[in-house]
């Protein structure tokens, strides 16, 4: 019977170390696992923060953005308002010079030329009555420009047009829109040239007949048409 007890007590023991090293296993699982979920929850509190910065900047962007775009928006608002006033100015000059002469007329925010007064019919190449008349008007517009601060970016247009009659076969131009690109270079490389205005102020551009001011195929409404346009306007 003492055997039996002894071997019985042994056999518990053994029972009891077995449990106690499963004991000891699953508390290092344990262990470890939070352990992990300490680097995790200190991991994530930091993400947090990270993102937390990261919308501070952008909102803090966003916020320098709009400032500047407010700002560049207001700049923008003041040259218009200048250059509306020395285009006013302008304007103003050449329709008391202007009174009473034929072929030439100020429309709104322009300057337009009749093309008779400047060139022969189907010619690019600028008649003397048509420089007398150009010249006239960058005298005044020398006057003017010389007081446009020189932060506003001010060029003067000139635009040439034509009627709608298609040019000949053989003829020194392909087409309207040719012509009156020519016309319009034509004005352009005089005004630099010969009266020394600054050619980074111009810009010549050809319409042909695709900017019609008088509907109709009547002779009026064509000599409307056929015309030079001069714009004060922003860049």
Do not use: C
Not at 24 to 30: A, E, P
Not at 113 to 141: K, N, Y
Request: charged share 30%.
């Amino acid at each position: 019977k003492v055997m039996a007890a002894a071997r019985d007590a042994e056999l518990l023991n053994q029972q009891v170390a077995a449990l106690r090293s499963q004991l000891g296993s699953l508390q290092s699982v344990l262990d470890e696992s939070q352990a992990r979920d300490e680097a995790a929850k200190v991991q994530l509190d930091s993400l947090g923060k990270d993102l937390n910065a990261a919308l501070a900047q952008v909102a803090s962007e966003q916020r320098k953005r709009a400032e500047l775009e407010a700002a560049e928006a207001a700049r923008l608002e003041a040259e218009n308002k200048d250059l509306s006033r020395f285009r006013s100015e302008f304007f103003g000059q050449l329709s008391t010079l202007l009174q009473g002469r034929e072929g030439v007329r100020v429309v709104g925010d322009r300057f337009v030329f009749s093309s008779e007064v400047l060139f022969t019919a189907g010619s690019a190449d600028l008649a003397p009555e048509g420089r007398a008349q150009i010249a006239g008007v960058v005298r005044i517009l020398d006057e003017v420009r010389a007081e446009i601060p020189p932060g506003i970016d001010w060029i003067i247009r000139v635009d040439g047009h034509t009627d709608n009659v298609p040019i000949a076969p053989g003829a020194a131009f392909a087409d309207n829109w040719e012509l009156s690109q020519a016309r319009a270079l034509s004005v352009v490389r005089f005004m630099q040239d010969e009266l020394g205005f600054p050619p980074d102020r111009m810009a010549a551009t050809g319409f042909g007949e695709y900017r019609p001011v008088a509907a109709g195929d009547t002779e009026e409404a064509r000599a409307l048409n056929r015309r030079i346009e001069l714009k004060l306007t922003e860049r």
